[in-house]
């Protein structure tokens, strides 16, 4: 045919499954996965065998060789992409951001360093009376800036200082204790018309969760686990190997490092918590059964998530589309689930439950936990953890 054929292509089409960004001097096995080469080899330098890492079929010992008509595609991708993303104006360096702390947190530091203070005046104190030969000449050599510091310094101002700090100190522990604890340390948490608001009365000890009546602790499907994933003997922990598993082969499984739950959601209202400290890269939400097994979570019309990259990218996958939502990056996930108003909600989980992102879902088919630990980094994890109740 002559003239251009026009072809639609998605960035995902020709990304890396490791990276996550577009192939960059682009390697194909012989299974007929590609990859960037630059994260074959250094996945393969981290201890993983010479294998292909989305399926696992064991690759060759021949050098790795360049793709060109991937790399071509690739360079069109990303520089039409260039084309319609606006040059940004420049902007003015942001004034540096200052952290503000809980006053809990404010009140256990000055009731640490009060302690410290308290401590180094009574040993200033025992040290003054030495004065007896052998004595000095010992606390000249070992304490020389304490006894700068006693030179300059009566004996009744220290008592002075020292009767400050403990008062200071019985002040801190007696009129800021936990169940005495300010109400300006709680936050308004987001909330939606659907739904409930997080108990704003608890503090991170005596925490509930709001969603408790609804809480599940959902097990990990090995019929849909990927060859480069492994779970915990209680199904409910998964992460990165690069070994050889002991699972019975299953055509359900993905392609790339994802797993859904055996737990089919079809009604009501369902809650679960995901912890997300243990992994650089994930990304956590639902899934139906059917959800295609060489695509990738959040990417299909049947799949919602959260997605957290470890360059510091939080952003929410929905209807194949990208709302990049920020750059915190929530420790614990809890994601809430109700199908009798349609809707999804994720929650990082803290001394209070604050909403991340929320949207609606479509149950055609029942819904599954769904996760995906991208990047292939060994020993990754994710865990589903017993909200509290």
Not at 322 to 342: C, N, Q
Not at 360 to 373: I, K, N, Q, R, T
Request: proline share 7%; charged share 20%; with cysteine.
């Amino acid at each position: 045919m002559a003239g251009a054929v026009p072809v639609w292509l998605d960035e995902d089409d020709l990304g890396c499954i490791i990276c996550q960004e577009l192939l960059s001097d682009p390697t194909t096995l012989p299974c007929g996965h590609s990859f960037c080469r630059a994260c074959l080899e250094s996945a393969w330098r981290a201890g993983s065998p010479r294998a292909c890492p989305a399926c696992r079929e064991p690759a060759p010992r021949a050098p790795l060789r360049k793709n060109p008509l991937l790399q071509h595609l690739a360079d069109k991708v990303r520089a039409a992409v260039a084309e319609l993303e606006p040059t940004p104006a420049p902007q003015p360096s942001p004034p540096p951001v200052l952290v503000q702390k809980s006053i809990v947190e404010v009140v256990q530091e000055l009731t640490a360093l009060v302690g410290k203070l308290v401590d180094i005046t009574k040993s200033i104190q025992r040290q003054r009376p030495l004065s007896r030969p052998g004595l000095a000449e010992k606390a000249l050599s070992s304490l020389a800036s304490l006894t700068l510091m006693t030179s300059s310094t009566s004996e009744r101002e220290m008592r002075k200082i020292l009767r400050d700090l403990e008062e200071i100190q019985e002040k801190l522990h007696g009129n800021f204790s936990w169940k005495e604890a300010p109400e300006a340390q709680t936050q308004e948490a987001p909330s939606s018309s659907s739904c409930p608001r997080p108990d704003q009365s608890c503090l991170e000890h005596k925490r509930t969760s709001q969603f408790a009546q609804w809480a599940i602790t959902p097990t990990f499907d090995l019929r849909s686990l990927s060859c480069s994933l492994e779970v915990s003997k209680d199904c409910r922990s998964v992460t990165v190997c690069h070994g050889q598993q002991n699972y019975p082969w299953s055509p359900q499984r993905f392609s790339a490092s994802q797993v859904l739950c055996s737990q089919a959601l079809s009604s009501g209202r369902q809650y679960w918590e995901v912890d997300t400290q243990y992994c650089n890269d994930w990304a956590v939400g639902v899934a139906s059964w059917t959800m295609a097994r060489n695509q990738m979570l959040g990417r299909t019309m049947d799949s919602w998530c959260i997605e957290w990259k470890g360059t510091g990218k939080l952003s929410a996958w929905t209807m194949a589309k990208e709302t990049v939502l920020g750059s915190d990056r929530p420790g614990v996930v809890g994601i809430w689930l109700d199908l009798e108003e349609g809707k999804l909600a994720f929650y990082s989980v803290a001394n209070q439950d604050s909403l991340i992102y929320e949207c609606e879902v479509s149950a055609f088919s029942p819904l599954h936990p769904a996760f995906w630990l991208f990047g292939l980094r060994w020993g990754n994890s994710l865990i589903i953890k017993q909200a509290r109740v």
